[in-house]
């Protein structure tokens, strides 16, 4: 949370390409440290993860850069799938921890091992990001040149509207991530494993619905897309935490997972609809979005101990009621289409 309003300066000046390596490096290095402090320091295993987070904040603002980059010389929105490769991750690097425990392989040498593989994979797949010149920010003529660069963007009103909505979907997916297993086993009174089951119904609706948002964007557009999306969250969260049975709730997980899919990546494309600006903007909507993963699943558990888990939920339905209601202003403005335009050029070139 530190580091991401710095970000998008520094992505600005070293470019998304050289940003993601050099992270990558620092992110095995803090990997280390956590490996080393974790069998020998409690000191060095906090100071490897401050800086684990710090690196973290840096790679999503540099790959959210990059994607938007992608996604100009595309000419289509494919941001969702690149947040659908996370999602991936996640399930894989999970999976990898529960093998890791079926097999007891120390904590120490699976997290070293990762950090090797992140040093190598990470810069090697890097060198095949587009050229500098394709993902650098286009040139903006001096009149409309941007003169507050870096935080200057939280004074931007539309910039703090579409952090909000990312806000918004972002309480929502990590209060899907923490809570689904335990408020189902809580409140069916069923097994773990049950409770499981139902956390990988929700991952496996957001991972599918960040693979198939592309074509629903490029048909329907953000703002309908955002629209429908927090209607269908706010289905899903309400057959969850009110319906009756397992059933109903398992139902409800998968809505809740499809809805929330979309609403943080959209945030971040939009972020990045003007090329000189992307990087700063971005690193903004990235700090406000992050403070939903952040406090979201707490507040969740707060207000459940006042009430129930279920109704705490419902909170996430009034979040997603605001995000409908400020989600136009995740729509391209005419000046952002005419400068993104000169995108077309470089797609053909590629072409």
Known sequence: MIVLPLSGTAVTRIGPRRAVTVVALLVSASLGAISLGYALSASLL???LFLLGAATGFWDVAMTVYAAAVERQLGRPVMPRFFAAFSLGTVAGAAVGVLMTALRVPVSIHVAVVATVIAGAVPAAARHFLPAHAARPIAVPPPVRMSRPGLG?????????????????????????????VSV???????????TLAYASFLTAL?????????????????????????????????????????LAFAGSLLWGMGAALGFSVSMSAGAD??????????????????????????????????????????????????AVIAGTTRRSPDNRTQSGSGTQARTAVT
């Open 185 to 195: 086993i809580d409140r069916h009174h069923v097994t773990a494993t049950i409770g």
């Open 153 to 181: 963007a939280w004074r931007e009103p539309r910039t703090v509207a579409v952090g909000l909505v990312a806000l918004a979907f972002a309480v929502a997916e990590g209060a899907g991530s923490n809570w689904v297993s």
């Open 46 to 48: 906090v100071a490897g």
């Open 274 to 323: 003007e090329p000189a600006r992307a990087a700063g903007r971005v690193s903004i909507i990235t700090s406000i979005g992050y403070c939903g993963f952040v406090g979201g699943p707490p507040l969740i558990g707060f207000l459940g101990n006042q009430t129930t888990v279920g109704h705490a939920l419902l909170v996430i339905a009034i979040l997603m009621t605001l995000s």
């Open 207 to 247: 991972t599918a619905g960040r693979w198939l948002g592309p074509a629903v964007l490029h048909r329907f557009g953000r703002v309908t897309v955002l629209r429908t999306a927090a209607a269908v969250t706010i289905t899903g969260v309400a057959l969850f935490a009110l319906g009756p049975s397992t059933g």
